[in-house]
């Protein structure tokens, strides 16, 4: 059964730091794309990162230059480092497996249960 675990959120002071985990128990990579995605009250869910399985990665414009997603397929675990981190940035942050649709949620198949991050100014 396929699992995606999240972890490595926190409360930081704006400009701060944090690095979110996601294991990926027992997924096999058979699609193309594993992503973050995030969702704060009142808001649409929005795609911040993505990594295509050949390594390519690909960032929303707000996050750009901010935010790195990097993979350790050995470990099966996909990071979200975030940098500069702003209060806009603070939201509920979901990583999100299996998909041939980069920023799409509705292709995605599994899903974590997700991380909260709150950036205070």
């Known amino acids: 059964q396929v699992q995606l675990v999240e972890s490595g959120g926190g409360s930081v002071q704006a400009g701060g730091s944090l690095r979110l985990s996601c294991v990926y128990h027992?997924?096999?990579?058979?699609?193309?794309?594993i992503a973050w995605f995030r969702q704060s009250p009142g808001k649409e869910r929005e795609g911040v990162a993505a990594?295509?399985?050949?390594?390519?990665?690909y960032y929303t414009t707000s996050v750009k230059g901010r935010f790195t997603i990097s993979q350790d397929n050995a470990k099966k675990t996909v990071f979200l480092q975030m940098n500069s981190l702003k209060p806009e940035d603070t939201a509920m942050y979901y990583c999100?497996?299996?998909?041939?649709?980069?920023?799409?949620?509705?292709?995605?198949?599994?899903w974590g249960r997700g991380t909260q991050v709150t950036v205070s100014s």
């Open positions: 027992e997924y096999t990579g058979r699609r193309d794309y």
């Open positions: 999100a497996a299996d998909s041939t649709r980069m920023f799409d949620w509705n292709y995605y198949n599994y």
């Open positions: 990594i295509y399985r050949s390594g390519i990665t």
